[in-house]
């Protein structure tokens, strides 16, 4: 077992056998995660309204995040500005793919409901996208470590 699996063994007593989020914390369910650390994981959505819509979530199961302990909110808080930044730039960042000029940065909002950009997401974007969103994050740890 790596450190990784280790990880993910030990949180098992925090999950819910039928949450999907769990699944994804415990390594049953398939995702492609952009980042991760000891309290918070983030992936792509699987039905994204925009491309690069991140879900950012902590590993321990909880029905509401107003239920977190104060020290998890905090590393949430933390990981959902880190990723928020490494998808902005992967967003920027010029895409081979002309016909889609949506990014993860438009702040137009789609009609929910109505069936507006919620396609399923395709395992050969989302895998490029992944890899973007990595590349950008580590843009955003040598900016971040430069202010230090």
């Known amino acids: ?14 999950l819910s056998e039928d949450c999907a989020f769990c ?45 977190l302990d104060a020290a998890t909110a905090a590393c949430l808080s933390q990981a959902l500005v880190y990723t928020t930044r490494a998808v902005g730039k992967a967003a920027s960042k010029p895409s081979s793919d002309k016909k889609d ?7 137009r909002m789609a009609m929910m409901g109505l069936g ?7 395992d050969k974007e989302a895998e490029v996208l992944c890899k973007k969103i990595r590349e950008a994050s580590q843009e955003v ?4 470590n430069s202010k230090l």
């Open 23 to 67: 699944k994804i914390v415990g390594g049953e369910s398939r995702a492609y995660v952009v980042y991760e650390d000891t309290e918070s994981i983030a992936f792509l959505d699987i039905l994204p309204l925009r491309p690069g819509h991140t879900l950012v979530i902590p590993k321990k199961h909880v029905q509401q995040l107003s239920h």
């Open 101 to 107: 000029k949506k990014s993860a940065s438009t702040s």
């Open 1 to 14: 077992m790596t450190c990784h699996t280790l990880a993910r063994f030990d949180g098992a007593k925090d």
């Open 116 to 122: 507006h950009g919620r396609e399923e997401l395709d």
């Open 141 to 144: 740890d040598k900016e971040r």
